[in-house]
Structures are given as C-alpha cells and as structure tokens.
C-alpha cells in the first residue's frame, strides 16, 4: 500500500508540474529585454529516492532582474497519459518536452520533495544571452517543445548542456581526463543506485554490452551532477582569450536526501539464493522419487519466459545500450514453445537450454550482468541436469526391457 502511495504521490506530482508547464506564458522576446538585467543559470537538483529521481535532474533558470521575471526551462516534462506509455518508453519512443515554469514554484517544489538544487551562473556575453533567451523561448513553443528523449544521449541534462553550447560564441573547453580508467554507464548507474538494490537490477537487466564500453568526459555529461561538476572547471575560449564558464555558484534549495522508505526484505542476490536452493531441494526430492516435478518446471520457465519477452522486445528497441543483451541466453521466450513436450518428459528443449546456458556464462566475459542473474543461471542448470539425467534413465530402462 505505502508503495502505491508513492506511485500515485510522484503520479500527481508529475501532473502538477505538467499543468503549470503549460500555464506559464512566453514571456517577451530577448529584444525587449537589456541583457544586463539577464541572468542564465544551469540548476543542478539532487536525487531523491523514487526510481525516476535517483539520478537527479538539470535544468535551466532565466532571471530577468530587471522586472522580475523568473523562470525554470525544464527538458524532463513527460505526460503519463499518452497512449501507450509504458510500450512507448519500452521501444524508446518516449517523447518528452520543454515546459516552463515561475522559478520560486520550481524551487519549492524541490524543497518539498528534499532535495537540493545548486545554481551556476553562467558568464554570458550580452549577445550570448540574447542568443540564448530567443533560443529557449523559440524551443519553448508548442511546435518545438518536444523531443524524443534518450537516457544516456538526449535527456533533461544534455539538452541544457547543448542549449548553452550552441549560444556561445567561441568554444566551451572541458577539463577532460579521457584516460583508460573511465567508468562505463553501468558503473556510473550503480553509483546512483546504491542503496537501490531492485531499481539497479532492473536497469542491469535491460541494458547490454554497449552499457559496458568505457565512456569519454561528454558521454559522463548525461548524469546532472557530473555536468555541473564539468561546468564548474570549464572555460570559454573565443576570440577575447579564456574565461571561466561559471562566474557564480550559489546553493538555492538546502536539503539532504530523505532516508529511503521500506523496500522488498530480500536482495535481489539473496533472492536468487533462495531460488537455487529450493532448486536444488527438489531435485534431491526428485532422486529419490525418480520422476521430475512437471508442474515446478513449468511455472520456472513460464516465469522466466515473461521476463524473457521484455528482454527480446529490448533489443528492437531504440535505446542504444539495449540492442546487444547476452541476458536473453537465459531469459528468452523460447520454453513457452516447448511447454507441452516439457509436460510429456521429452528431453528436446533441455538439450537448447543448456547449450544457452553455457553461451550465457561465457557471455559473463564480456558483459556485466544483473545481480544474481549467475544463480538464476545455475538453477536452470540443475533443471536440465535432472531431466536429462531423467530422460535417459528412462531411455535405458526401455532398452533393457526391449
């Protein structure tokens, strides 16, 4: 029950945020603004602990000091409501959209939810600023707000990231260190997620090999706090010689991350535990029986089967680190085909399994897999273990009698 809460709490949250996106006006064009009274921010907002916020979020504030106007250009607005979601989001095409809001309501929104926000001025010509305000508020309107959204290459963060780029005059130079010891996604996944352990087996379960090739400074940049790390050290480089990126840091919202809530007892390691051992349980059962347990096996490979149907589904999906998963050696809709002749005693698909099974260990040299997901392994081992033991013990004693 507290679990829906929390969904239908951040469902609301969300929805709130939508509708005052869309109720903020477009406010006037950079001409009809001195660019010295302008001020261009890039926020940078902690995590909290629902799954949609343990990376944090980026987004970018335009101060008019002059008149007062304040506003908070946010990359991360998605609606719930559009048709098909869930099956959008799965096959990568999420579509999210610019909204704009009044920067107080932004500010105490993340003070509500406690989490931090830091802002980093940006030293901005007044020509830049004039760029980058009639950017924004163009990207602002209806018919260029949306965007087709990606995790690791287009989201929240790198939009305001190019935004700022774009309008620069000269050149942005980063404090690169491209050397060979770079995290990969996944590593810089797993720092966001301790503490997680669930929200991290379900990111390690649909992202493949790709999510483990070493990444450069830029491709670090879609995390918010790596970008605002890379900001506070950068310099602009244009015809008047270098200046630093940020002129002013300042701390707008003071929170510490609220203590998670209750999560499942069990790990997802300690669960796959608990699998083989009940596994293996039934197998000694079934050594002394000398006839498999049908019913065990079909509900295993049933479950394993659905879970199989995301991962195949994954690899046409256009989110680039899921095309290459060796997970769908294990979890694959294969079983569910070979059901019934499971149910009979026939050995066919158990001979495919393991072959699979064995590609899938091998496959554990080039790709870092889900937690637990070795155990999980080695309980469908012992499964085609038993019954092929099984099948040609029958095999022999129709020999024998014939």
């Not at 000694?284 to 049933?302: C, G, M, S």
């Not at 199989?308 to 999906?317: C, D, H, R, T, Y």
Request: proline share 5%; net charge neutral; with cysteine.
């Amino acid at each position: 029950m507290k679990q829906a809460a929390n969904i239908l709490k951040a469902f609301l949250t969300a929805t709130i945020l939508v509708a005052l996106c869309l109720m903020a006006p477009c406010k006037a064009k950079a001409q009809d603004c001195p660019q010295d009274s302008i001020e261009i921010s890039l926020l940078t907002c902690g995590p909290g602990n629902e799954v949609y916020s343990l990376y944090g979020h980026t987004a970018l504030r335009w101060h008019d000091m002059r008149t007062g106007d304040d506003f908070a250009f946010n990359y991360g607005v998605f609606n719930f409501k559009k048709s098909f979601f869930v099956l959008r989001f799965l096959f990568g095409h999420t579509d999210y959209e610019l909204g704009v809001l009044p920067y107080d309501i932004f500010c105490e929104e993340y003070h509500r939810m406690g989490r931090w926000v830091v802002e980093q001025v940006i030293d901005l010509t007044p020509e830049e600023k004039t760029r980058l305000t009639n950017a924004l508020w163009n990207n602002a309107k209806p018919e260029n707000k949306t965007y087709r959204y990606n995790f690791f290459y287009d989201n929240c963060t790198t939009r305001a990231r190019d935004m700022i780029e774009l309008c620069i005059n000269g050149k942005i130079e980063y404090a690169y260190d491209d050397g060979p010891s770079q995290p990969t996604y996944r590593q810089m996944i797993h720092e966001k997620t301790d503490g997680h352990p669930w929200a991290g087996f379900g990111d390690d379960l649909c992202i493949g090999v790709k999510a483990d090739f070493r990444t450069d400074g830029r491709e670090q940049q879609f995390l918010p706090e790596n970008l605002m790390d890379a900001f506070s050290k950068a310099m602009i480089a244009d015809a008047d010689g270098h200046r630093p990126l940020v002129k002013e840091t300042r701390q707008v919202v003071s929170a510490a991350q609220p203590a998670a809530g209750p999560s499942f007892p069990l790990t997802p390691m300690q669960s796959a535990y608990i699998l083989l051992f009940i596994s293996a349980t039934i197998v000694f059962a079934e050594a002394k029986r000398k006839k498999t347990y049908k019913a065990w096996d079909v509900a295993l490979l049933t479950c394993t089967s659905l879970a199989g149907i995301i991962l195949v589904a994954l690899l046409f999906s256009e989110h680039p680190t899921t095309s290459t998963n060796l997970q769908v050696l294990l979890l694959n809709p294969l079983p569910l085909f070979f059901i019934p002749s499971i149910s009979r005693g026939e050995k066919a698909y158990w001979l495919i399994s393991a072959v699979l099974i064995l590609l899938f260990f091998i496959g554990a040299l080039f790709q870092d897999y889900a937690e637990g997901m070795e155990i999980v392994a080695l309980c469908l081992l012992t499964r085609c273990m038993a019954n092929l033991a099984l099948a040609n013990r029958q095999h022999k004693n129709r020999t024998d009698k014939g």
